[in-house]
């Protein structure tokens, strides 16, 4: 996000919010909610309910960064809010993907076969 700046986790917060939110709200909620330490090296991501805009915050030095994408056509890709945990985890390559419009999780693996014998 920053030349130089690097970041260890991608956090994706899977619940709509209210895009009123800017920096107050968005660390309280990664403090207060999530648990996690706004102030580390991680950059959490957030979305609006028509899923045309998204929202990073991440802490640089002395200070929070936020970065913000609006879409004009198309949505953004993101996980079901009731699939458990309120986030998930991405890898930087993964959240270029998302932000290239990759549906990260419509891509399934093969099916696990479970065998009891090989005749």
């Known amino acids: 996000m920053h030349p130089g700046h690097t970041l260890g986790a991608v956090y994706l917060y899977r619940s709509s919010i209210d895009f009123r939110k ?21 950059l959490y991501l957030f979305i609006n309910r028509r899923r045309d805009k998204l929202k990073a915050l991440y802490w640089h030095r002395n200070g929070f960064c936020l970065w913000y994408k609006r879409l004009e056509a198309e949505h953004f890709a993101w996980p079901a809010a009731e699939a458990g945990e309120a986030t998930c985890v991405l890898t930087m390559k993964e959240f ?23 005749t």
Request: aromatic residues 12%.
């Open 22 to 42: 800017s920096i107050g709200g968005l660390s309280a909620l990664v403090e207060q909610e999530l648990g996690l330490n706004p102030f580390g090296d991680a």
């Open 96 to 118: 270029e993907w998302l932000l290239e419009g990759f549906d990260l999780w419509a891509a399934k693996p093969h099916k696990t076969l479970h065998y009891q014998s090989v």
